[in-house]
């Protein structure tokens, strides 16, 4: 992985445009099994539905130098490498003074505090963001957001049977593959198998220090 670091910052209705841009690149949506194109009025609706109810917690990704970025006590909050041990926001300045990135988007969907369980998704937006780790890094940070900040138990996720790439980069930040378990789903390129992968908060746990080296 690079030197870079990555950091994790709200989605904001203000993020709408930018992440439909992304959502709708080709690159981006042939790896998700919904294909439609995306709205901005769509993603409103998710926004407000889905986002502010807490159904779904949503953030941009960003990259970022090291020397970028400085403490600020309050605020609100974002999540980077040093973030998941304390609650002391980094605070990055604008990509204009050129010291941060957004280049894509991580959540967790269906959220389900009762049973402690929620799906994981992410995209790179940015075409030449793709093969630098920063998909691995973001996932991390959100495994430790799900599992220490949401105190969830099981987090999981589905793929594409083609998107190798994604295979790796999820195995390592943290998740194993559910053998036996694959669904089918008819695309526009055609028929596509499904795969699942999951990682529970003991498995988690016990490789934390190790995986979070590097974030």
Known sequence: MGAEKVYLRPITAEDTTKVVAWRNKDFVRKNFIYQKPFTEEGHMTW?????????????????????????????AENYGSEDVQSSTEKVCKTDAEGFYREVGSVYLRDIDREAGTAEYGVFIGEEDALGRGYGTKAAKLMLAYGFEKLGLNKIFLRFLEDNTGAKKSYEKAGFQMIEGRRETVNLVQGKKAVFFMETERGMWEGTRCLRMENV
Request: with cysteine; charged share 25%.
């Open 47 to 75: 926004f407000r539905e889905q986002v502010e109810t807490g159904h779904v917690a949503q953030f941009i990704i960003c990259v970022a130098a090291s020397e970028g970025c400085r403490e600020k006590n309050g605020g």
